[in-house]
């Protein structure tokens, strides 16, 4: 072969298209993507470092998209917390298929500003940061935070500035209402938003005058409604029809701090710091049995939140010298035969050591 047709041959090879790179020998892609899809989110660092085409299935669509389908999706705790004047965010993962052991608690990437009294909701596969007060201003900024690829992006801003505000997620959109003063057209009309992922936009929604307090300090969606609690009563909004109105008198005076839903029963702790479940059926509070002797009087308060249909508990335990425990249960809870609830605790353990004074800001749970 002559120079000029071994360089037509070395040009026409480097112009073609590589073929695709094999992740699994003597398996089509498409099956080694399923076994990839098989293995736990915490091997997933591990995974990305066998060759670069695995790195980038790690982090494709495809991936998650494949998980679901085969039911492995695994459902993470997150974690924010704020320690001094810093807030600070945490992935609790742990083996499914072991959850007594393997269980890494790992420092995600920092949300670049400090909101306080920030709402959070979570979407698919996103962590939701809306709202809160910057220098004492409140903000109308939206922080996501996307666990797939552990980054932070800025979202759409609402068209409202607002702090402590209710947020929820229903049918794929997100829902805030209140944590603003209505002192204008604009901040009446838009006192309730949400938030369409598909078209990117917040839209205001219709709201009654008489719903329209300025504070939430609890809220929570169950089925297709938002539950807000505000420093009168509280309401409640139906999504689908898109109707208001007030929660009972028992939901509003049993409801105490921060809460999550778990096959349709709202959990949270009550006065004399036991954890209790309410029904919306029944209208009634009921003490979680089965856990008093395994679990602490939350009179400090506690984060819940719903991880794969347990309930996860976590609270600061106590201290030693400078220091304080962040401590975490996970609870199966079951709804017995004529109405009454009771738990299992499948492990309780510490988490994590931070300094004394540090505060649990929120814990949401996420599926990948």
């Known amino acids: 072969m002559t120079d000029e047709n071994s360089t037509a041959a070395t040009s026409s090879s480097s112009s073609s298209p590589s073929p695709p790179s094999i992740l699994l020998p003597n398996l089509p892609n498409d099956v080694a993507l399923q076994c990839i899809a098989r293995v736990p989110i915490s091997h997933h660092p591990i995974l990305s470092l066998v060759s670069k085409s695995w790195r980038s299935t790690v982090k494709s669509p495809l991936l998650y998209a494949a998980r679901s389908l085969l039911n492995s999706t695994q459902h993470l705790l997150y974690l924010n917390i704020r320690i001094n004047s810093s807030f600070h965010w945490y992935l609790l993962d742990q083996n499914p298929t072991n959850p007594k052991k393997s269980r890494i608690l790992s420092p995600l990437p920092p949300l670049p500003s400090h909101p306080i009294g920030s709402s959070f909701s979570v979407l698919g596969s996103k962590i939701y940061v809306i709202g809160g007060a910057i220098n004492e201003n409140p903000s109308n900024s939206i922080w996501v935070f996307d666990c797939r690829y552990n980054r932070w992006e800025m979202g759409p801003k609402m068209r409202v500035c607002r702090e402590f505000a209710a947020a929820g997620a229903i049918n794929g959109k997100i829902y805030v209402m209140g944590g603003c003063l209505v002192d204008n057209w604009a901040r009446s009309m838009n006192w309730a938003e949400v938030f369409d992922p598909v078209e990117g936009l917040w839209c205001g929604v219709p709201s009654p005058i008489e719903v329209r307090d300025k504070w939430m300090h609890a809220s929570a969606v169950i089925g297709d409604k938002m539950y807000a609690m505000a420093d009168r009563g509280g309401v409640v909004y139906d999504a689908v029809v898109g109707e208001w109105g007030g929660v009972s008198t028992g939901m509003d005076m049993g409801w105490r701090g921060r809460a999550a839903v778990v096959d349709g029963v709202l959990y949270c702790y009550d006065y004399l710091g036991r954890i209790r479940g309410y029904d919306v059926e029944e209208d009634e ?65 510490v988490i994590l050591v931070v300094p004394n004074r540090s505060s649990i800001v929120h814990c949401a749970a996420v599926g990948l």
């Open 285 to 349: 509070w009921k003490e979680l049995e089965g856990v008093g002797k395994g679990l602490p009087k939350f009179l400090c308060g506690a984060t819940m939140a719903n991880v794969g249909g347990k309930l996860f508990v976590v609270w600061e335990g106590k201290g030693s010298g400078k220091e304080m425990e962040i401590m975490c249960a996970e609870i199966e809870v079951r709804k017995e035969m004529g109405g009454m609830l009771s738990g299992s605790i499948v492990w309780s353990d």
